[in-house]
C-alpha cells in the first residue's frame, strides 16, 4: 500500500492523541508526533499509550515542546509535514485555576509558535483540537453559532482564544482550518483524572466515588472511536482539490446523560463491587450539562456516533481490567 501524506500530531501521546496516531498509520498514514509527556499525569501512562506504535516505521516521536520554536521548525523542515493535527494542550478544567498563567501560556503561546513554524514552512492546512467547554454556561443544545462569549475558566478562554487566533491565520494567511468541539471523550487511554476512568478506579479499590454538585448533572459523552472517525473525515475534506474553508464543527453524542445513569451503567460492569457516593460542591468553571447539537457534522463531514454510552461502557470496563491484569 502507499503511504499517504505525513502528518503531524502534536499531543500524540495523550489520551486521544496516541488513539488518533494507531488509526492514522491503520490508514497508512506516516505520523510525526510531538509531546512534551507533561506531568499532569505520570508519564509512564503516556509511554504505555503509545508503546503499540514505537517499533512502526511509520510511526516517529519527537519530544519537546510546542513552545520550543526551534524544535517545531526542525520538525517541518526535516518530516515534510503535509498537514497538522494540533491537540497538544494542558488539560483539565479545575486545574485551570490554579495555573493560569501556564495554561494560557502553552495553549496559547504554544499555538502561536506552531501557527508560525507553519507559516514558515507553507504548511497551511490545520485541524485544532478544542472543547464543547468554549460554550460556557447554557442549559440549551449547543450549536456551532452561538456566541461563545462567556467561558467559565482559563482551560475554556484558551482554547475559544486559539479558534480566534487560527480565523486570523485562516482570512491573513490563507490556512484552511477545522476546529472540532469535542464533548466529553471516553475510551481507551483514558486520561485517570476524567469521570468515568476515576470512578472505575475509586470503585475497584473500594474507595467511595465523588461527585461534584448533584448526580442530575448531564454531560455528552462520546466514544473515542467516533472522535478518531471523525478526525478522519476532517483529513478527508481539507485535503480536497481547492478547499478552502475555516469551519467549526461539533464532535458529540447529541444524547446526554446524566451522572446517576452513568454510575448505573458502570455498576452493572463491576457487579462485585458495591459503590459509594459522596458528594461535594459543584466545580468551577464547570457546566451542568452538555448537549452537543451534531447537524453540522452530519452534513459537512458524514458524521455519525456508532458508540453508545452502553456499548462503550463495555468497552472500557474491558479495556480497563486488561490494563489491571497487565500491572498485576
Not at 464543527?249 to 458495591?274: H, Y
Amino acid at each position: 500500500m502507499t503511504l499517504k501524506e505525513t502528518i503531524l500530531v502534536t499531543g500524540g501521546a495523550g489520551f486521544i492523541g496516541s488513539n488518533l496516531c494507531e488509526h492514522l498509520i491503520s490508514e497508512f498514514y506516516t505520523v510525526v508526533c510531538v509531546d512534551n509527556f507533561d506531568p499532569f499525569y505520570p508519564e509512564a501512562i503516556k509511554k504505555r499509550n503509545i508503546e503499540v506504535l514505537l517499533n512502526n516505521k511509520n510511526f516517529i516521536l519527537v519530544k519537546g515542546d510546542i513552545r520550543d520554536s526551534a524544535l517545531i521548525n526542525n520538525v517541518f523542515v526535516e518530516y515534510k509535514i503535509d498537514l497538522v493535527i494540533h491537540l497538544a494542550a494542558k488539560a483539565g478544567i479545575r486545574h485551570s485555576f490554579f495555573q493560569p498563567l501556564e495554561y494560557l501560556d502553552v495553549n496559547v503561546t504554544g499555538s502561536l509558535c506552531l501557527l508560525e513554524s507553519m507559516k514558515k514552512n507553507n504548511v497551511k492546512k490545520l485541524i485544532f483540537i478544542s472543547s464543547s467547554s468554549v460554550y460556557g454556561k447554557t442549559q440549551n443544545k449547543l450549536i456551532e453559532t452561538d456566541s461563545c462569549a462567556y467561558q467559565l475558566s482559563p482551560y475554556a478562554a484558551s482554547k475559544r482564544s486559539v479558534e480566534l487566533i487560527n480565523y486570523s491565520y485562516h482570512v491573513n494567511e490563507g490556512f484552511d482550518i477545522i476546529n472540532l468541539r469535542l464533548f466529553s471523550v471516553y475510551g481507551k487511554n483514558q486520561r485517570p483524572d476524567l469521570a468515568i476512568h476515576k470512578f472505575f478506579n475509586q470503585i475497584l479499590s473500594d474507595q467511595p466515588i465523588e461527585i461534584y454538585g448533584n448526580t442530575d448533572i448531564s454531560r455528552d459523552y462520546t466514544h473515542i472511536t467516533d472522535v478518531t472517525s471523525a478526525i478522519s473525515a476532517s483529513i478527508k475534506l481539507i485535503q480536497k482539490p481547492k478547499y478552502s474553508a475555516y469551519e467549526i464543527i461539533n464532535i458529540g453524542n447529541d444524547n446526554p446523560v446524566t451522572l446517576k445513569d452513568l454510575i448505573s451503567l458502570i455498576e452493572k460492569e463491576i457487579p462485585e463491587k458495591k459503590i459509594k457516593i459522596i458528594t461535594s460542591n459543584f466545580n468551577k468553571g464547570e457546566a451542568n450539562q452538555t448537549h452537543a447539537d451534531i447537524n453540522k457534522a452530519k452534513k459537512i463531514l458524514n458524521y455519525q456516533p456508532n458508540i453508545s454510552i452502553h456499548k462503550g461502557i463495555k468497552l472500557f470496563s474491558q479495556w480497563f481490567r486488561e490494563i489491571q491484569n497487565n500491572q498485576n
